[in-house]
């Protein structure tokens, strides 16, 4: 069973950073585009950012400069370093696995609470 297990959130101050993980087992990593998705209560499910097989990267305007995505294949795992977080930054953050090419198959992590207050 394919499961992708997020780590690294939690209670941040305004102006704080959190790095985010993603472990992913029994899937060939290399062959998936992994992303980082949100959602805050209330509101739609949202991509934040996303890194293809070949690292190329793309991110949502409202974060763009202040968080980075980032992999290591060795490690099966997919990262999100966030830095300057703001109150609207404030959302369960899910890991996704998307495997590209010919066979379209995609996962979903459990999520973890990103909370950015004073």
């Known amino acids: 069973q394919v499961q992708l297990v997020e780590s690294g959130g939690g209670l941040v101050q305004p102006g704080g950073s959190l790095r985010l993980s993603c472990a992913a087992s029994?899937?060939?990593?290399?062959?998936?585009?992994m992303g980082w998705y949100r959602q805050a209560p209330g509101k739609q499910r949202e991509l934040v950012a996303a890194?293809?097989?070949?690292?190329?990267?793309n991110y949502a305007d409202s974060v763009k400069g202040r968080f980075t995505i980032s992999r290591d294949n060795a490690k099966n795992t997919v990262y999100l370093q966030m830095n300057s977080l703001k109150p609207e930054d404030t959302a369960v953050y899910y890991c996704?696995?998307?495997?590209?090419?010919?066979?379209?198959?995609?996962?979903w992590g459990q999520g973890t609470q990103v909370t950015v207050s004073s």
């Open positions: 996704h696995a998307e495997r590209e090419g010919r066979l379209w198959l995609n996962y």
């Open positions: 029994r899937i060939i990593f290399s062959n998936y585009a």
């Open positions: 890194i293809t097989s070949g690292g190329t990267t």
